[in-house]
């Protein structure tokens, strides 16, 4: 599903990783552990298109990850980065903006799909009433989560998706990404909790520069 055949990707003169392989299989769920700065978060880039490799092969579903098939890919891939703030006022707005999006009109989930999807997250249906200064970091994380698996789409790129939950709440979203057993989750974690259940770590160790 998900394939970097000895990917190198460099900043300038700073090689984040070379000759890098690996194999995602449709429905895994892997996640990229490793120190903070062994580029995690630069190989999701990666397979976004973001990031350009210097050498090697990234694909995706049997795409390659180039100008000619980058809007196939995304088109494929949900992804959820570290860093996420939004110019919206209310919760409603915030779990619906994915869906904003021309190419994801057609995936508006039903109200029903989006309460009984926010309480699998132990949210309670209200929360959407709420405006976005009156729920915590942990929620807000949530409602995103949610947002990216109702997109239903057939990849999963989550840049630290616990980072602000507490375990009963990674326990409940593991609980969840695993009932979509088709569902093949590519994350990036800190989090023991969440790597130690998840189907394969990938360990990325820094290159030391000199
Ligand atoms: N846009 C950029 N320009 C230049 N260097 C970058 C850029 N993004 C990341 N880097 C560098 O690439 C390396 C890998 O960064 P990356 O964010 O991928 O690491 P990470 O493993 O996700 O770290 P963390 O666990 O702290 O999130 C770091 O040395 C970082 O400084």
């Given at each position: ?28 769920k892997a996640v990229l ?178």
């Amino acid at each position: 599903m998900i394939v970097f055949d000895a990917v190198s990707v460099s900043y300038g003169r700073e090689t984040v990783f070379k000759d890098f392989s690996m194999h995602i299989a449709k429905g895994e769920k892997a996640v990229l552990a490793g120190p903070s700065g062994a580029g995690k978060s630069t190989l999701l880039h990666a397979i976004m298109g973001f990031v350009k490799p210097a050498s090697g092969n990234i694909s995706v579903n049997g795409h390659t990850v180039d100008a000619e098939h980058i809007r196939e890919i995304r088109k494929q891939i949900a992804w959820l980065p570290q860093d996420i703030s939004f110019n919206v006022k209310n919760n409603k707005q915030l779990a619906y903006l994915p869906f904003t999006y021309t190419a994801n009109q057609q995936l508006i989930p039903a109200e029903s799909e989006m309460n009984s999807t926010l309480q699998a997250l132990l949210l309670p249906p209200g929360i959407l009433k709420k405006n976005t200064n009156e729920i915590s970091g942990g929620q807000k994380q949530r409602i995103l989560l949610a947002s990216m698996l109702l997109l239903k789409k057939p990849v999963l790129l989550l840049d630290e998706p616990t980072s602000a939950l507490d375990a009963e709440s990674v326990k409940a979203l593991l609980a969840l990404i695993f009932t979509h057993t088709e569902l093949t989750v590519l994350s990036t974690s800190h989090d023991r909790l969440w790597v130690e259940n998840m189907d394969r770590i990938i360990n990325l160790k820094k290159i030391q520069h000199t």
